[in-house]
């Protein structure tokens, strides 16, 4: 019988975080007062019901280097679990009552579960990383750790940027197209934002959501089993850390998942 299965993301209130990084931030790498990130930490803990050092949190570097969280990781010392989990943007585990997730603002985090195998994934899935097919890859390493039949998995792309406010530079729509994503489904001209008067008069705009969605489906996933939140992080950036909004020195919501 599979286990129940908690998915969530957390939002910018309830915390104990100020200024940019207010409130409830918990990751650790982004500059923040880090007695308030542990608060946030307990905090969220208390939430979903599990000890705060069932958490797993990475640091993210817009990689797709894969980590299977199993129990190796929690006989490691909090130096080594650190380092460890240097430069991961994407993890796994078929342990239950072990919450992994993403770290995002703006990016896209991908959420993934078999039913089967009961095991789950997280993915970061910024635009570097989806050019690099992160989410495809989070799919063959489950594959290959767990044995996965990739029809059996359910994914939820979570709340990111959509393609509205996603603008890019021309050397950003070249990755996609270099990389041999299909252009046309994924991304659209449209007018400049913030528009200067001798600037262009439109710009490309990628849909990193869709982009993740076909990944998925190229992967082997049903597209019934992919479920999409629609939520816009720039639109709601009182509800959501947004990058392009804040700018520097911000914190992140945390998506993740945990079976029971």
């Known amino acids: 019988m599979s286990p129940a299965v908690t998915a969530f993301t957390t939002t910018r209130h309830g915390g104990y975080s100020k200024d940019n990084f207010a409130s409830l931030n918990i990751n650790p790498h982004r500059g923040d007062d880090p007695i308030a990130v542990e608060k946030n ?15 797993v949190r990475q640091h993210q570097v817009h990689e797709t280097v894969l980590r299977n969280i199993d129990d190796s990781y929690f006989i490691m010392d909090r130096d080594e679990r650190e380092k460890w989990l240097e430069g991961i943007d994407g993890v796994v585990t078929n342990r239950r009552r072990t919450c992994i997730g993403v770290f995002t603002a703006d990016c896209i985090p991908v959420l993934f579960f078999d039913p089967v195998q009961n095991a789950i994934g997280a993915a970061h899935a910024g635009w570097r990383g989806t050019v690099k097919r992160i989410a495809e890859k989070t799919v063959a390493f489950m594959t ?40 046309p489904s994924i991304a659209r001209k449209m007018p400049v934002m913030n528009a ?10 990628i849909d990193l959501p869709q982009c993740n969605r076909l990944q998925l489906i190229s992967a082997g996933l049903n597209d019934e089993n992919i479920s999409l939140s629609g939520i816009d992080t720039y639109d709601n950036q009182d509800d959501y850390f947004s990058a392009r909004r804040l700018k520097t020195g911000f914190g992140t919501m945390y998506t993740g998942i945990f079976m029971h």
């Open 41 to 55: 930490l307990r905090a969220v803990a208390d939430e979903i019901g599990l000890d705060a050092g069932s958490i």
């Open 144 to 183: 290959e750790n767990f044995g996965s039949n990739p029809q059996d998995i359910h994914a939820i792309i979570g709340p990111g940027i959509t393609m509205k406010n996603f603008e890019v530079g021309q050397e950003v729509y070249d990755a996609f197209a270099d990389a041999a994503f299909d252009m």
């Open 196 to 205: 200067l008067a001798d600037g262009p008069s439109e710009k490309w705009h």
